[in-house]
C-alpha cells in the first residue's frame, strides 16, 4: 500500500511544483530578468560616476516629465480654487500624461524590435526609468562634507531637488533626516517597482509607472495637498504597494547585515508600523529604515513651492531626531546591501524559472 501513495504523493508534488511555476511565469517574463539586473548595473556605475543630472538624483524619465508637465501643472493648480475643480485639473494632465507615457513605451518597444542590438536598445530604455548610483552620488557626498567640516552647506542641492524639499528652511538634522528618506524611498520607487512593473508588462507598462510616480514626486506633497494629485496618488498607490511591500521586505533583511541596526526591531516595523505612516509620505520604507537604526524620520518641511507639507513623524517612541552623518552612513550602507539583495532576488527567480 506505501508503494502505491509514494508515487501519488511524489506526482501530487511535482504538480504542485509545475503550477508554482507556470503561475510564476504568468505573472512576470522571466526573459526580461537579465535586462532588468544589466539595468540597476548600469543605472548603479553610471550614476556614482557621473552624479545626478542637473543635480536630481531621481529616474531620467522623472526630469522629462517634469519638463513636459511641471510648470503646466503649477499654474493650474492655483490656490483659492475648490477642490474638486483642482481634482478635473489634475485629472486631466493625468490623462495627456498616462497617454504620453504609454505611447513612448508602445514607440521604446517597437524600437527594441527594430534594433535589438543584443538587448542593449532595451537595457538602455529600461535604465531611463531607474535610479540607483546617483542617489548613493549625493548622499556619499552629504556624508563626507558633514564628517570633514561639520555642516552641510553647499552640498544639499541634489538632495533638495530630488526630494523637492527646501532645505534652506531646516538644520542640519533635518537634511540628513531628508537625505535618509531620499535613500528610502528612491529604492522603492525608483528602482524595485520600476522593474516590477517591466517584468510584468514591459517597457509600456514600465513607463506608465514612472509617469506616475513623477506626478507624485512633483505634485503630491505628502498627500497634504489642494487635491490636484489626489488621483494620481491614489492610481500610483494602487500600483506601488506591492512592490513597495518587496522593498521594505527587502530593506527588513538588510537591517541584519547593517552595523548597529537592529533586525529585531526592523520584524517588529511590521506590527507596530502598519497603518500609521501614510503611503505617500514614504510608507513601510520609511518605517523600515527608521526602527531598525532608532530614529526618527519625516516631519513637516517645507517644499520647493513654499508650501509646507505636513508629515508625520516615523520611528520608535522615544527616538531622536537629531540625526548625524553616523545615522547616514548606517542608511546608505542599509541601502547598498538592499540593492544587492534585489539583484540575488531577480537572479534566483531567474534560475527558478529556468528549471
Known amino acids: 500500500m506505501a508503494r502505491g501513495i509514494l508515487p501519488c504523493v511524489r506526482k501530487r508534488h511535482y504538480t504542485m511544483f509545475e503550477l508554482y511555476t507556470q503561475l510564476h511565469a504568468h505573472l512576470m517574463n522571466p526573459d526580461r530578468i537579465p535586462y532588468a539586473m544589466i539595468a540597476i548595473l548600469v543605472v548603479a556605475v553610471v550614476g556614482m560616476v557621473t552624479g545626478p543630472l542637473g543635480g536630481n538624483a531621481n529616474p531620467f524619465l522623472w526630469q522629462v516629465y517634469d519638463v513636459l508637465f511641471g510648470r503646466l501643472g503649477e499654474r493650474l493648480d492655483k490656490p483659492g480654487r475648490g477642490r474638486a475643480d483642482l481634482m478635473m485639473r489634475g485629472f486631466v494632465v493625468l490623462v495627456f500624461a498616462l497617454v504620453l507615457a504609454y505611447l513612448l513605451g508602445r514607440v521604446s518597444q517597437s524600437m527594441v524590435v527594430l534594433f535589438p542590438l543584443y538587448g542593449l536598445v532595451e537595457i538602455l530604455f529600461l535604465s531611463l526609468c531607474l535610479s540607483a548610483g546617483s542617489v548613493w552620488f549625493a548622499l556619499l557626498r552629504l ?6 567640516e561639520g555642516k552641510a552647506t553647499g552640498v544639499f542641492y541634489a538632495i533638495s531637488r530630488t526630494s523637492r524639499v ?3 528652511s531646516t538644520d542640519d538634522y533635518g537634511i540628513v533626516r ?7 524611498v528612491s529604492f522603492d520607487r525608483g528602482l ?4 516590477f512593473w517591466y517584468l510584468v508588462g514591459g517597457l509600456p ?23 490636484f494629485a489626489d ?8 500600483m506601488g504597494i506591492v512592490p513597495t511591500l518587496l522593498a521594505g521586505a527587502l530593506f527588513t533583511a538588510a537591517s541584519g547585515l547593517t552595523p548597529t541596526a537592529s533586525l529585531q526591531k526592523s520584524l517588529a516595523v511590521w506590527r507596530e508600523a502598519r497603518g500609521k505612516v501614510p503611503y505617500a509620505q514614504g510608507g513601510i520604507m520609511l518605517a523600515a529604515l527608521a526602527w531598525p537604526l532608532g530614529v526618527s524620520l519625516g516631519g513637516p518641511v517645507q517644499d520647493l513651492s513654499g508650501d509646507t507639507v505636513k508629515n508625520k513623524w516615523v520611528g520608535p517612541e522615544g527616538a531622536s531626531a537629531k540625526l548625524d552623518y553616523l545615522h547616514l552612513r548606517r542608511a546608505l550602507y542599509m541601502s547598498a546591501v538592499a540593492h544587492l539583495y534585489f539583484i540575488a532576488a531577480l537572479g534566483g527567480a531567474y534560475l527558478f524559472s529556468s528549471l
Not at 143 to 148: D, I, M, S, V
Not at 192 to 195: E, H, I, L
Request: charged residues 10%; positive net charge.
Open 166 to 168: 527646501n532645505l534652506n
Open 178 to 184: 531628508t537625505a535618509m528618506g531620499v535613500a528610502a
Open 192 to 195: 524595485v517597482a520600476p522593474v
Open 231 to 238: 488621483i494620481v496618488l491614489a492610481l500610483e498607490k494602487i
Open 143 to 148: 556624508y563626507f562634507t558633514l564628517e570633514k
Open 205 to 227: 507598462l514600465v513607463f506608465v509607472y514612472s509617469v506616475l510616480a513623477a506626478l507624485v514626486w512633483r505634485f503630491g506633497k505628502g498627500g497634504t495637498g489642494s487635491g
